[in-house]
Every structure is written in C-alpha cells, then in structure tokens.
Nanobody, 124 residues
Framework: QVQLVESGGGLVQAGGSLRLSCAAS????????MGWFRQAPEKEREFVAA????????YYADSVKGRFTISRDNAGNRVYLQMNSLKPEDTAVYYC?????????????????WGQGTQVTVSS
C-alpha cells in the first residue's frame, strides 16, 4: 500500500502563489507517476497536472499551463505543485494521486492511491 498526504493549501488573493506538497510513504517503489486533480463544489474532479517518473514526462491541463509547475524531489517520495498567478476559478479541493505502471495520467480512473485533499481558496 501507498499513503499520500497533501499539504500547502490555504487562502490566497488572486494573482498570488501557493505550493502544494504531496508526501508518499509505504511501498513507494511501485509508483511510476503522480498527479494532481481538483474538485470544486458541485463539479466533477478534474485533472490539473501529472508527472511520470520513468521515462520522465509532465502533463498539464490547458487551464493551468504556464501558471502551474509540477515537480518531484530527489528522493522521489514527494511531489510539488507550484501554483502562480492564481485565479478565483482555481478554488477547489486539490487531491494527489499515485499510480503504478503506465497509465493515462490525465484520467483519474487509472490512479491507484489518493490523498485526502487540501483546500485552496483564491479570493478576488
């Protein structure tokens, strides 16, 4: 099993920045990719960004390209989402997911593990 814990959410004004962190523990050697998804009230969970470990690749939703950056620490057990130029429409609960093997990282169905989520609120 793999456990995921998100942190770094909070309240920020439009135009501001936040960095989310997702810490993985347990059988992390089985993980080959991690992603961030978000869910706003009364909306479906949507893809934000993902990183595949081997071979290395990153993926972004069009709505966040150029503003958000996903990265991984050297130890490989923590993934970050740097969010800049935040907008009110970025307000949501952000979830971290992890996947074994090769999956369609844009689709949340393929992820094997999920964290509890962290709230991000962007005020106008």
């Amino acid at each position: 099993q793999v456990q995921l814990v998100e942190s770094g959410g909070g309240l920020v004004q439009a135009g501001g920045s936040l960095r989310l962190s997702c810490a993985a523990s347990g059988r992390t050697f089985s993980i080959n990719g991690m992603g961030w998804f978000r869910q706003a009230p009364e909306k479906e969970r949507e893809f934000v960004a993902a990183i595949r470990f081997s071979p290395t690749a990153t993926y972004y939703a069009d709505s966040v390209k150029g503003r958000f950056t996903i990265s991984r620490d050297n130890a490989g057990n923590r993934v970050y989402l740097q969010m800049n130029s935040l907008k009110p429409e970025d307000t949501a609960v952000y979830y971290c997911g992890a996947a074994r093997g090769y999956i369609d990282y844009v689709n949340n169905i393929g992820y094997h593990y999920w964290g509890q989520g962290t709230q991000v609120t962007v005020s106008s």
